[in-house]
């Protein structure tokens, strides 16, 4: 797997600072929990290929990380959920929103996660946009299902999800990105599961959930875990994300690299 990995800060960019053109950047506009511990926006990756730019999973404060980022969301081609929990998909009716009454979008929106999403997003937007308009009116993502270990092709991105061990009713996957010659792979919420060597099988990049720095509360890895099974992580570089309370102290002594929101890495 490689070294050890240096504690990483560094502070956005423009984009157009930002290495050559065949480059991917991953950008972390969200690196919390539910929670915002230390204060940390919710789960939201924004990945910038060259001919495409996707999230991965959209938390409830997704558009306000976004913007801080000084990101344009209406150049987002798609948005992969993980999971059925709001810190990781509550952003989207924020999103679709902002494009409805602003018009400011030009091109379509492929979302894709876990099945019932678009019920779920459809059921947010009547509670916190009440209209007598249809909510799908003027602008509507296209909503697809991501099925387990069947790759599906999106715009020049291949995802592949597998089963995560989180809790059940949210239909929860790991996600294997591959787009422009790299590959990322994201664990979205989950336990150590046979799935996350699958994933992040010749990763550029695993980026990890890592809520606990040990085991308190299941659905969750937590970081010691995850070094008694880092011999099976065949990735050139892990980041660990989803960062609880008893993580955000111990980020500068640990062997991982740790996201902080406003980060970004260039593949």
Not at 185 to 197: F, M, V
Not at 217 to 243: A, F, K, W
């Amino acid at each position: 797997m490689g070294g050890r990995c240096a504690w990483h800060r560094c502070m956005f960019q423009e984009e157009s600072g930002l290495g050559g053109t065949d480059s991917v950047r991953v950008y972390f506009c969200g690196t919390g929990d539910a929670f915002a511990s230390g204060g940390r926006l919710q789960s939201c990756i924004l990945v910038h290929a060259p001919d495409v730019r996707f999230l991965i999973d959209c938390g409830t404060s997704a558009l306000t990380g976004i913007k801080i980022s000084g990101l344009d969301p209406s150049g987002i081609d798609a948005v992969f959920v993980s999971h059925l929990h709001g810190d990781h998909y509550g952003g989207l009716p924020f999103l679709i929103k902002e494009a409805q009454v602003t018009g400011g979008r030009g091109k379509p929106l492929v979302v894709a996660g876990p099945p019932g999403l678009e019920e779920n997003v459809l059921g947010l937007m009547d509670l916190f946009f009440p209209s007598p308009e249809d909510q799908k009116h003027g602008f509507w993502p296209d909503f697809r299902v991501l099925p387990h270990g069947i790759p599906i092709e999106f715009d020049n991105i291949l995802v592949t999800a597998h089963p995560a061990a989180h809790s059940p009713m949210t239909h929860p996957s790991c996600l294997r990105f591959e787009c422009c010659g790299r590959v990322i792979a994201y664990s979205g919420d989950t336990e150590w599961s046979e799935s996350l060597p699958l994933v992040c099988a010749g990763a550029d990049l695993f980026v990890c959930e890592t809520f606990q720095y040990e085991r308190i509360t299941g659905g969750h890895l937590d970081y010691l875990t995850l070094l008694r099974h880092r011999h099976e992580l065949d990735c050139r570089r892990v980041i660990l994300t989803h960062l609880g309370d008893t993580m955000l102290d111990k980020c500068p002594m640990l062997e991982f690299e740790c996201a902080h929101d406003g980060m970004h890495v260039e593949l």
